[in-house]
């Protein structure tokens, strides 16, 4: 059963660091993309960055640019999501999910499997 659990979140006060993660099981996992998104309070759910399914190709949202870093360990089956200089801005839940390609892409529609999501709450 295709299965991603994130962990991680928490509450960090502005210009903290925290790093997620999102252990996956269910299908081979080297073989698709994984992606990171967030959704806040009345608002849509939102692309925060994916990576291939071998490591070597990220994409990453404008605003966490220079801040985020996607990351995977094969060998683990765990993909990563390490936040720096947070923001209260960047508070959200925020989902792990699983491409349906192996390459990296940006668009909800292009994810199949999703996590339960994690709370991050940054505090001025």
């Known amino acids: 059963q295709d299965q991603l659990v994130e962990s991680g979140g928490g509450l960090v006060q502005a210009g903290g660091s925290l790093r997620l993660s999102c252990a996956a099981s269910?299908?081979?996992?080297?073989?698709?993309?994984m992606g990171w998104f967030r959704q806040a309070p009345g608002k849509g759910r939102e692309f925060v960055a994916s990576?291939?399914?071998?490591?070597?190709?990220?994409y990453y949202k404008d605003y966490v640019m220079g801040r985020f870093t996607i990351s995977r360990d094969n060998a683990k089956n765990t993909v990563y999501l390490q936040m720096n200089n947070l923001r209260p801005e960047d508070t959200s839940v925020y989902y792990c999910?699983?491409?349906?390609?192996?390459?990296?892409?940006?668009?909800?529609?292009?994810?199949?499997?999703w996590g339960q999501g994690v709370q991050v709450t940054v505090s001025s």
């Open positions: 990576i291939s399914g071998g490591g070597a190709n990220t």
């Open positions: 269910g299908r081979t996992f080297r073989n698709y993309g």
């Open positions: 999910a699983r491409a349906l390609v192996d390459y990296a892409v940006t668009e909800l529609a292009d994810f199949h499997s």
